[in-house]
């Protein structure tokens, strides 16, 4: 649907004049999440009760619908973007990141990030209506690019939602040539774990590998299968963390009964942390060298 701007699914005629659409926003019945282009204000995201919902979750989907209208030919959302679409991987900003084969001029525009690069068309699948970059290729490429840590945690999302195996990841490591970033998405696919069920996992698995207190296990069972830890640090220390669904009413009993559980396993401690403990990774490493030192480890 094209008028004077670019608009994505917008509740008006198939041509909007700029005064309807400009009457449309004041309105709130859309947005424009990106210059030029209009997005109705009722998308919603289909991540927004998954465990990677957040407040913002609509207003980024909308921001993707509106980037998705505007892509050139050949192109397609990428990096922690297509993520998003993927499996709800929430990015470190809202603002929509598209790559553009080689050739062609990346798109300027306010609200978007645009990047070059060698793109086969057999690397653009349509998931939910939006062009986004496989998953295989979504994997490699925030592998590559983005910092250590959450290169790890992003590849470990998309792990999870069984989108991509290591397997099959490196093969298409092995088919990219060499150039920035290659050598850590050799590290970062290495020390992927499915097992991680959100960053928070990932990031303080991360951690703690890095400050040599592995081994760390993912999604272990306890009392006969009725519990199962996010971590295991060297088979004695649980470790639980814990995002916005535990402060939620319905989960603060069930929460309790678990602790209380996991607390009374012989041999064993259980240590529970928050986004909050992630802002000093030091500090955490610490906490945990600390309990395991209670339980005997030489640490």
């Known amino acids: 649907m094209r008028s004077p701007a670019h608009s994505a699914r917008l509740p008006l005629g198939a041509a909007p004049s700029r005064s309807e659409l400009r009457h449309a926003a004041a309105s709130g019945r859309v947005r424009r999440p990106v210059r030029g282009?209009?997005?109705?204000?009722?998308?919603k995201s289909p991540w927004s009760r998954d465990y990677y919902a957040h407040p913002g979750a609509d207003a980024l989907w909308q921001g993707l619908t509106a980037a998705a209208a505007v892509l050139p030919p050949g192109a397609a959302l990428a990096d922690e973007s297509a993520a998003y679409v993927w499996?709800?991987?929430?990015?470190?900003?809202?603002?929509?990141?598209?790559?553009?084969?080689?050739?062609?001029?990346?798109?300027?525009?306010?609200?978007?990030?645009?990047?070059?690069?060698?793109?086969?068309?057999g690397d653009i699948v349509l998931v939910s209506?939006?062009?986004?970059?496989?998953?295989?290729?979504?994997?490699?490429?925030?592998?590559?690019?983005?910092?250590?840590p959450w290169a790890v945690a992003a590849v470990d999302a998309l792990l999870h939602a069984h989108l991509v195996g290591p397997e099959l990841l490196g093969s298409g490591l092995r088919a990219v040539p060499g150039g920035r970033g290659v050598r850590q998405a050799r590290e970062v696919i290495a020390l992927a774990d499915a097992?991680?069920?959100?960053?928070?996992?990932?990031?303080?698995?991360?951690?703690?590998?890095?400050?040599?207190?592995?081994?760390?296990?993912?999604?272990?069972?306890?009392?006969?299968?009725?519990?199962?830890?996010?971590?295991?640090?060297?088979?004695?220390?649980?470790?639980?963390?814990?995002?916005?669904?535990?402060?939620?009413?319905?989960?603060?009993?069930?929460d309790r009964r678990r602790?209380?559980?996991?607390?009374?396993?012989?041999?064993?401690?259980?240590?529970?942390?928050?986004?909050a403990d992630l802002r000093d990774p030091a500090a955490l490493v610490a906490q945990v060298r600390a309990a395991l030192r209670q339980l005997g480890e030489d640490v």
């Open 87 to 121: 499996c709800g991987w929430w990015p470190r900003t809202p603002t929509p990141s598209m790559v553009v084969p080689h050739g062609t001029v990346p798109l300027r525009r306010e609200g978007l990030r645009c990047r070059g690069a060698a793109l086969p068309a």
């Open 37 to 43: 282009t209009y997005v109705r204000a009722d998308v």
């Open 195 to 254: 097992g991680a069920a959100s960053p928070g996992e990932s990031l303080t698995r991360l951690y703690l590998l890095d400050a040599g207190l592995g081994p760390v296990r993912t999604q272990v069972a306890f009392v006969g299968g009725r519990y199962v830890v996010d971590l295991l640090v060297r088979g004695k220390l649980i470790i639980e963390f814990e995002g916005r669904r535990h402060d939620e009413a319905d989960h603060f009993v069930a």
């Open 259 to 275: 602790f209380n559980a996991l607390s009374q396993l012989p041999g064993m401690a259980v240590l529970r942390l928050t986004w």
């Open 129 to 148: 209506h939006l062009p986004v970059t496989s998953a295989q290729r979504t994997a490699i490429d925030l592998a590559r690019n983005l910092p250590r």
